[in-house]
């Protein structure tokens, strides 16, 4: 008996001399839309990579639709530590550098392969770390598409926008974009917008096809204008200190991993576009009306003084690098 219990008893010490298993870092991805958009799946495939490649090390919790925050509070939450990665779209960052507001400058693109050659250029890859000393830094660039117009009367001509109430993102670009129209620009967060199009809060808006399609806006509006006239993408971006804190090669396989992710989430995002235009046509809830090349020279001309306007807060060697990228 005094065998067995000593016996016990060094056995007990054996199990607390074992250090115990450390928790995995926990990683949360907050973001504000649907889980079937190129973010949403994006953060998705994320975390399943995580999960893959670093098993106990690394737990991404990722939260859609705004559970967490919206778009006035995630920037907030992200610096307080609250979430560690949110992918705000570009607009979204003119408080913290101006530099980034060369994304809402209206045809500043040709089409979304010339916003992939500037967001992967020296002069794009050097915006991601424009907002370190404020506590940010950017991880990469997510591709959601091209922005059409869209309203309850037919926008074939700059001068069709005049008067009307047109929901934007908090960005004086956008802001300034519409004014040029002379039509009222009325900033809201996204998840607002359905309700606010529903009810005639406002007349109009602009947005991806996979943002129209899955948020159904192209229920509530009548019109899409196809005018590509820019680009609505995600800045992938995390709380500086949070991501400098991380264990070096846990950092690097993250880091990897993203890469990897980037990639297949801006193939996926044109996929996803060209989809779900076809079914927003094939819904018969709203007419897509095509620009002529004269009309879209002309909404080209009506937008153009917004450049000029902004040169000096972004920068005419940025706005020059992202033009040469049309070539």
């Known amino acids: 008996m005094r065998k067995l219990l000593s016996a016990m008893i060094a056995t007990g010490f054996a199990f607390a001399a074992q250090p115990a298993l450390a928790e995995p870092i926990v990683v949360k991805f907050s973001h504000v839309v649907a889980e079937n958009t190129p973010k949403g799946q994006g953060a998705l495939l994320f975390q399943k990579a995580v999960a893959e490649r670093l098993g106990g090390k690394v737990k991404v919790e990722v939260y859609p ?6 778009d006035a509070k995630e920037m907030e939450a992200l610096l307080l530590g609250d979430v560690h990665i949110i992918a ?31 967001q992967t250029s020296k002069a794009g890859r050097d915006l991601l770390d424009s907002m370190k000393s404020k506590g940010l830094k950017g991880l990469g660039y997510w591709h959601n598409g091209m922005k059409q117009m869209s309203a309850n009367k037919p926008l074939r001509k700059p001068e069709d926008a005049a008067g009307l109430k047109f929901r934007i993102q908090f960005s004086e670009v956008l802001q300034a974009q519409f004014e040029a129209l002379k039509a ?22 602009e947005n ?55 990639a297949k989430v801006n193939t996926m995002a044109e996929e996803l576009n060209q989809r779900d235009r076809q079914k927003i046509a094939e819904s018969g809830k709203t007419e ?16 153009a003084p ?14 020059a690098a992202a033009s040469a990228a049309n070539s």
């Open 88 to 118: 705000p779209s570009l607009s979204k960052f003119s408080k913290y550098t101006k530099k980034l507001q060369v994304f809402d400058l209206p045809f500043m693109f040709d089409d979304i392969n010339a916003v992939d050659r500037f």
């Open 208 to 262: 991806t096809w996979s943002n129209i399609y899955s948020k159904k806006f192209h229920e509530v509006q009548k019109y899409i204008t196809e005018s590509n006239h820019g680009a609505l993408d995600y800045l992938l971006v995390t709380n500086a200190e949070f991501w400098d804190k991380l264990p070096a090669d846990v950092r690097k396989e993250l880091e990897t991993i993203l890469a990897d992710v980037t």
């Open 288 to 303: 897509i009306i095509k620009l002529s090349k004269d009309d879209l020279a002309a909404w080209r001309k009506t937008m």
């Open 65 to 70: 639709n705004s559970q967490l925050f919206g």
């Open 306 to 319: 917004v450049w000029k306007k902004f040169e000096s807060e972004i920068g005419a060697d940025i706005i």
């Open 184 to 205: 009222n620009p009325v900033p809201l967060a996204f998840a607002e917008v359905y309700q606010a199009l529903q009810t005639g809060v406002v007349d109009g808006q």
